[in-house]
Nanobody, 120 residues
């Protein structure tokens, strides 16, 4: 059974930093990309950052709102995903979700979500 487990969320003051982690267990075949999404109350779930596997060309992509502040990375092959968040602002407050896109881009695995709150 595939499971994605997130950690690192919490409360931080404006200008602060957080590092989110997502660890995958179980067998995931033919990974195309891994990504972080976020959803604020009353808003849609939006892509924050994506990192492609070699199958997907190995590139990264960032939403305009986080460029220069957030960095997505991976470790342990494709088993661990990170999001380093710097210069956090109140508008970054949301539930953050990790995602694996696999099996010829037909399957999406989601983490449970972790709350990030930016407030003074």
């Amino acid at each position: 059974q595939v499971q994605l487990v997130e950690s690192g969320g919490g409360l931080v003051q404006p200008g602060g930093s957080l590092r989110l982690s997502c660890a995958a267990s179980g067998r995931i075949d033919s990974i195309y990309a891994m990504a972080w999404y976020r959803q604020a109350p009353g808003k849609q779930r939006d892509l924050v950052a994506r990192i492609n596997s070699g199958r997907g060309g190995g590139s990264t992509h960032y939403a305009d709102s986080v460029k220069g502040r957030f960095t997505i990375s991976r470790a342990n092959g494709n088993n661990t995903l990170y999001l380093q968040m710097n210069s956090l602002q109140p508008e970054d407050t949301a539930v953050y979700y990790c995602n694996w896109n696999a099996n010829g881009r037909t399957t999406y695995y989601w983490g449970q979500g972790t709350q990030v709150t930016v407030s003074s």
